[in-house]
């Protein structure tokens, strides 16, 4: 399986959908070509919101990603790709009142498509899913 070494596969305007619920994310590039900036939300009657912006430290070779959303919550992420093709954000200490490490997992990425999950782990080696979003690049689907 081929490495992902960057977020480009994320770059574009896609539906998602997940058991229960459906949204749109809308990822663009900015500050000369240095931030992924991310606007999601749920297309929900109660709507839920979120923003973040990632950033690639070449001296670290890591990414880092800050997140805020209008429930309140505000995380920070590092990560990148994995060698078995998979692109991992996560906490790296354990968060909230939970005091859970949380991570999200980018998967089965194609051109037109990939999956995310969100996970948490009371120790940062096993881990529980708590939302499957399926994603497919706006105007690619059927």
Known sequence: ???VLSLDFWIGDWDAV???????????LDLHGRA???RFRTL???PFVGLSVS?????????????????GSYW???????????????????????AVYKRMVFFDIAHDSFRWRWEFSPDGNSWEQRWLINYTRRGTAG
């Open 1 to 3: 399986m081929s490495r």
């Open 18 to 28: 997940w058991d229960g619920g459906r949204g749109r994310n809308s990822v663009s």
């Open 36 to 38: 992924v900036i991310e």
């Open 44 to 46: 929900e009657a109660d």
């Open 76 to 98: 920070t992420f590092s990560g990148g790709s994995q060698d078995d093709g998979t692109f991992i954000f996560g906490t790296e200490t354990p968060v909230d009142a939970e």
């Open 55 to 71: 950033v690639h430290n070449s001296r670290a070779d890591k990414w880092f990603q800050t997140w805020a959303d209008s429930s």
